[in-house]
């Protein structure tokens, strides 16, 4: 299954990725930052960056 985590580096976000993962799930974890893309990606799921109160980060 395919699932998306917003908040993917906070409290839950941080232990929800991998046990998705672990199970075989396809994970996109939402990201404010670069940074914090690469967290997701270590973490084992795709990174989607944007910031979702931030109108600028999202395309037209």
Excluded: K, N
């Amino acid at each position: 299954m395919r699932v998306f985590v917003a908040g993917a580096t906070g409290v839950i976000g941080r232990r929800l990725l991998p046990l998705l993962t672990s199970q075989g799930h396809e994970v996109i974890g939402l990201a404010r930052s670069y940074g914090a893309a690469v967290e997701v990606e270590l973490l084992g799921a795709m990174a989607a960056e944007a910031d979702a109160l931030d109108s600028r980060s999202s395309p037209p």
